[in-house]
Each structure stands twice: as structure tokens, then as C-alpha cells.
């Protein structure tokens, strides 16, 4: 594949290394947060990759999605903005593979964490909480991928239904509201946490990060998987779809 890098900050190199070291895929240009984009910036390329921050990707999807070329985005924070982005994605006829998470052992831990936030539903002595902790560079807050974590519980467990970031003083935290709590400190890569409590026991989920290999090769992986999808079907993607087809197969 020939690739275009939108994005040329720490994921975005990551990205080139794991490319370089495949062999068999190419770096085709490398676009930085701050040029000015249109859809023919992307003639001859096979699949866009794009890592920037909010602002940019808001200002850019339109291009990105006219161009033609099926675009991974690792970009998060746009949460808010979902649907516009795929009604433009269906208008184009393009396609778009998003996560907020391109990690493997992410992916395994949020459907560990849907099945395990299923089976708690039924027993109101448990309840579940969750945390995030990043290095204060981390713009987003909380994370694309705790929110992503959330969503998986209220999906699976009917006792929440709202997700709480914050408590007003004096304000006790209702029953059927998630509450996920964000830490920024030092250097810390990525940790997120869902912790399961009640009287008599307490159960953790935790992934750690050690690197951005994981993230990268991720998200070339998913590249591959989508040109092949855009060619028999264009559309907006995520990771479910991504793992589906591959437990499936």
C-alpha cells in the first residue's frame, strides 16, 4: 500500500517506523496538522492514515472523505460529531475505519469489560467505576478510549445509564450514573481501569500500555483490512467490524 500520513507528530512517526519495517507497504507523502488540505491532495494514494487533534480533523474530514481514498482515523475527541461525520462518509461513498483505540489488548479489554459489566447487571451489591491515567500532554479528557470503555457499559448494564466526569460540591453520586475519573501525571503512557465492587468482593480490569507499537501496528493493520472492504462495500467502520471479520473468518 502506499500510505499518506496526516499527522506528523509521536504516532504519526510511529506509524512510518512500522511501516518501514513491513516491507511491503510505503510512506507515499506525509501531510503535517498544519498544511491546508483538499481531496486531491491524496491522488495516487492508496489508504490515509491521519493522527492529528480535534481541531484539525474537523477542519480536514471533508476533504478526507472526497477524496475517494478509504481513511483510518486514530484522531479522537470528535465524539460530538459522530453523525456528521458519517453522513458525509455515506454521501461520498468513501470509507472510514475509526477507533479511539487501535491497540489489540484494548480491544480484548473493552469486550472483557462488556461481558463482565453483563454479568454484574443482575446483582445490585455490585457497582463499577472507571479511571484513566495519561502523561499531561494528553490533550483529550478523558480519554477517547475510557470513553469508549463507558460506552461499552451502558450498552451492557442497564443500572447506568449516564456518565459522570465530575461531581459538583456536595453532590453524591447517583446509582445509575458511570463515573470515570481522569488522572494526568509525569510521563504515565496509558492505563485504564475498571474497578467492580461490592461488600464482599472487588474485581479489577486494567490495561497498561507500554508503547506506541501496539497503537501503530494496529492501525496499519486496520489500513489493510479497510482498502480491501472499500473495494466490496464503502463505509463507516470501527473496530467491532474489524474484529468480527477476523473471529469470523
Known amino acids: 500500500m502506499k500510505i499518506t500520513l496526516v499527522g506528523n507528530g509521536r504516532m504519526g512517526r510511529q506509524i512510518a517506523d512500522v511501516v518501514a519495517a513491513s516491507g511491503t507497504h510505503v510512506i507515499d507523502r506525509v501531510l503535517d496538522v498544519n498544511d491546508t488540505i483538499s481531496a486531491g491532495s491524496f491522488e495516487g494514494t ?8 480535534r481541531s484539525a480533523f474537523l477542519a ?7 477524496s475517494g481514498v478509504p481513511v483510518v482515523v486514530g484522531t479522537t475527541g470528535w465524539d460530538d460529531v459522530m453523525p456528521q461525520v458519517r453522513e458525509a462518509v455515506a454521501v461520498e461513498g468513501s470509507s472510514l475505519f475509526y477507533s479511539a483505540n487501535y491497540s489489540l489488548g484494548v480491544n480484548i479489554f473493552f469486550r472483557t469489560l462488556r461481558e463482565a459489566a453483563r454479568l ?22 478523558p480519554s477517547g478510549t475510557a470513553i469508549k470503555a ?5 450498552k451492557s448494564n ?7 466526569r465530575e461531581l459538583e460540591d456536595g453532590r453524591k453520586l447517583q446509582s445509575d450514573e ?12 496509558g492505563v485504564h481501569s475498571a474497578l467492580i465492587d461490592s461488600e464482599s468482593d472487588t474485581i479489577e480490569l486494567t490495561h497498561t500500555a507500554k508503547n506506541r507499537t501496539s497503537f501503530a501496528s494496529g492501525a496499519v493493520r486496520a489500513a489493510e483490512w479497510l482498502v480491501q472492504r472499500h473495494a466490496a462495500a464503502p463505509g463507516f467502520y470501527t473496530m467491532d467490524d474489524f474484529l468480527n471479520d ?3 473468518a
Open 178 to 189: 458511570l463515573q470515570v475519573a481522569s488522572i494526568r501525571l509525569g510521563s504515565v503512557f
Open 46 to 53: 492508496d489508504v490515509i492514515i491521519d493522527f492529528t487533534v
Open 120 to 141: 454484574i447487571a443482575p446483582f445490585e451489591q455490585f457497582d463499577i467505576a472507571l479511571s484513566e491515567q495519561h502523561h499531561t500532554g494528553k490533550a483529550d479528557f
Open 158 to 164: 442497564p443500572r447506568k445509564r449516564k456518565v459522570v
Open 246 to 248: 477476523l473471529f469470523s
Open 150 to 154: 463507558a460506552e461499552e457499559i451502558l
Open 60 to 66: 480536514n474530514y471533508p476533504a478526507l472523505v472526497a
